[in-house]
Every structure is written in structure tokens, then in C-alpha cells.
């Protein structure tokens, strides 16, 4: 019997019909290309192959990923790696794109949500189990306390959607916080653009960065010439969680002449 390493965060579904209600909401076809993040014990693995032919899975536990290669031969390629360091986009097929799915260790949830942001080109979707603090930041909206630099990001690169809360019965140790299924989907961006994305990325995690002062001290902050500052639409004297997603594009794109001044300043702060 394999014990959960708390190292890694290990909590292991085993409530089938949470199982069961993930895979059907994911939906997967014969002609996806599906990665697993963290299949532990394969409670979403063996019903995904009920769908697809192959699939890949990303897990770091030396006994696992092998106990998966030798249950599943010839229909998983086993990552032994962790998803922070694996090249999303080089396992994407030519001309499509990845469909994530995965249970995710609780403590090192959003810098995966940032690695799949950083490889969102190659990512069609992704349904993932996370801690129900984390979905609701999230979906968190302006003005609340919840409400940052993975909302702005989340809601921006895809539309995400919590589809339902998981009881805390349903995990092998049983953890101490609520768990919440969120489906990401990054075809449904946000309707606005930002012309210069690296400097969109740049204003928003540098005025979070100082967000308890306002939006003046945060972008003098990361380098914006207070000369440019009468020049701007947004109200300056609001703080960063008072701004839309579409205040922050209509903001980078304000700031495009400043742009190389900005993207050369070390900002303050950073992911969440």
C-alpha cells in the first residue's frame, strides 16, 4: 500500500463518483490529446483510457509512475517529472492542443496555473481539482479581498468556470481545506487584447505588488515617468483590486509608449 507523502502534497481521490463526475464533465474524445497532472493512484487514469487510446501523465513520486507504467503498458507515456518542469507546449500535436486534466497538490497550485498560462497557446482546456480558497480567487470579481493577480490572469488568458465543490470525505488522508473543480478554458480568452502582453503581465503584478497603496505608487513602482501619468484614463487614486480586467488592457495599453522604461524595471511583488 503506497502511503501519501505529505511532502508532496499527496491527497489521494477516492470517491468514484467524484471521479466519474469529473471525467464526464471533461468529456474527453478518442482524438484528444490528454496530459494528466499528478494521477497518483490513477483514479481519473483508468476511466480517461475508457475514452481515449493514449494518454500522457505528469507525476514526481518515484512509485507511483512506475506502478502506472507497468499497470497501463502501451497506453501511457509516464512523465516522471514535475509539471514545473515539463514543456507543455513540445507534447502539443502539430496544428492542436493539449486538454488538461488533473488532482493537484494543494500547496503548489497556482505556480502550476501559471506554467499552464505560460504555454496557453498549446493548451485547448484544463479541468482541474484545487483548493476552494484558490477557485474563488479566481472568480473572485473587483473590490473584494479575494480578488488579484490570478484573477485578473485567469480571467483574461481563458474563461474559467467552478463546476462543483468535492467533499473532503471523498481524499485519502483527508485534507484540512474544501475542495472545488474549475474548468479552464483558454479558446475563450477575454474579448479585449492587450497589444504588448509581456507589459500587460508587468502592470498588473506590479501594481498587486503594492496594492494596499494606489495605482500612482505602483506604477511609479515598475517604472512608468510621472510624466505620462495625466495622460492616462484610469483614476489613479484607486488601488489595483478596484480595476476590471478591462481597466488593466486599456492600462497596458495606455502605457505602450513607456513599455521599454516598464519591462527594464525590477517590479515589486509577483505571482500570487
Do not use: W
Amino acid at each position: 500500500m503506497h502511503r501519501p507523502k505529505k511532502s508532496l502534497g499527496q491527497n489521494f481521490l477516492q470517491d468514484a463518483n467524484v471521479a466519474q463526475k469529473i471525467v464526464r464533465l471533461f468529456d474527453p474524445k478518442p482524438a484528444d490529446t490528454v496530459v494528466e497532472i499528478g494521477p497518483g493512484k490513477g483514479a481519473l487514469t483508468a476511466l480517461l483510457l475508457s475514452h481515449v487510446p493514449h494518454m500522457t501523465v505528469v507525476e514526481l513520486d518515484d512509485a507511483l509512475a512506475a506502478g502506472l507504467a507497468e499497470q497501463y503498458p502501451g497506453q501511457l507515456t509516464v512523465l516522471h517529472s514535475d509539471i514545473l518542469d515539463v514543456d507543455l507546449s513540445a507534447l502539443a500535436p502539430a496544428g492542436g492542443a493539449l486538454r488538461l486534466i488533473g488532482n493537484i497538490p494543494y500547496n503548489i497550485t497556482t505556480p502550476i496555473l501559471f506554467h499552464v498560462i505560460g504555454h496557453r497557446r498549446a493548451v485547448r482546456d484544463f479541468s482541474v481539482m484545487m483548493q476552494t480558497e484558490v477557485a474563488q480567487r479566481i472568480a473572485a470579481k473587483p473590490r473584494t479581498k479575494e480578488y488579484g493577480i490570478l484573477s485578473v490572469f485567469l480571467q483574461y488568458y481563458c474563461t474559467a468556470r467552478i463546476q462543483f465543490q468535492v467533499s473532503k470525505n471523498s481524499f485519502f488522508p483527508v485534507p484540512s481545506v474544501s475542495s472545488t473543480v474549475v474548468h479552464l478554458d483558454f479558446t475563450a480568452p477575454f474579448p479585449q487584447t492587450a497589444a504588448n502582453d509581456a507589459l500587460f503581465r508587468r502592470v498588473v503584478r506590479g501594481t498587486f505588488g503594492v496594492r494596499r497603496k494606489t495605482l500612482r505608487n505602483g506604477l511609479r513602482t515598475i517604472g512608468v515617468p510621472p510624466a505620462m501619468f495625466d495622460r492616462l484614463s484610469v483614476d489613479l487614486e484607486l488601488r489595483p483590486e478596484e480595476l476590471t480586467t478591462a481597466d488593466f488592457v486599456r492600462l497596458a495599453g495606455e502605457l505602450e509608449p513607456a513599455a521599454s522604461a516598464v519591462l527594464n524595471t525590477v517590479a515589486e511583488g509577483g505571482d500570487e
